[in-house]
């Protein structure tokens, strides 16, 4: 192998969601807890439930929920973990935006899922190939999940988790796929939906 190219992935490295639509009572309990918000509630209020129950099924230490912002497609964080020490100014803005790129992507592994439509999980995220590592003082990522959060197969979303207790498997993120189509009604109630 060159030294210039990405190692090829191994199958215990990377992996998918069944593609089987889970039916379980804490996700149905969460529809209708989410479903019972959308008049009286925030998108904020939202996606930190969303985040909550994400980390609590996936075992994981860290999460990231964002929206795509319907006007500039600027991607959107406004529940995350603090992982960076900019991560304490964006909470005080009320987000962390990334800007889609002049080609129309969002690049990096952050932006691979809103790029691609893929949920994904990676044991170790430096191995893949949208990888450019971490900023300055980023808390390390040892495992790394995403999904896109789709309403009409238009992605308008993401969920991202990672540092698991336990290494993620095909559950996890048809766990955290389901989540993401549960807040993709909020994303939409909120955001896209003509009023």
Do not use: W
Request: proline share 4%; glycine share 8%.
């Amino acid at each position: 192998m060159k030294t210039n190219e990405q190692p090829e992935l191994e199958k215990s490295e990377y992996g998918q969601g069944s593609g089987k639509k889970l039916i379980r009572e804490d996700i149905l309990d969460l529809r209708t807890s989410i479903n019972s918000m959308l008049e009286s509630s925030s998108l904020k209020a939202i996606s930190d439930l969303i985040m909550d129950e994400a980390k609590k099924l996936t075992s994981s230490d860290n999460c990231y929920i964002a929206y795509v912002d319907p006007v500039n497609k600027d991607s959107v964080g406004i529940s995350f973990s603090h992982m960076t020490g900019e991560c304490q100014m964006y909470s005080e803005l009320g987000e962390a935006r990334f800007k889609i790129r002049k080609d129309g992507t969002y690049g990096g592994l952050l932006g691979y899922s809103l790029d691609t439509g893929e949920s994904f999980f990676i044991h170790n995220p430096r191995l893949h190939p949208a990888a450019h590592g971490l900023p300055k003082g980023h808390v390390p990522v040892n495992e790394f999940l995403s999904v896109p959060v789709k309403y009409n197969q238009n992605i308008i979303g993401q969920i991202v988790l990672g540092n698991p207790k336990n290494s993620y498997t095909s559950l996890d993120v048809d766990l955290t796929d389901a989540l993401a189509e549960i807040y993709a009604l909020a994303i939409y109630n909120f955001l896209y939906k003509k009023k």
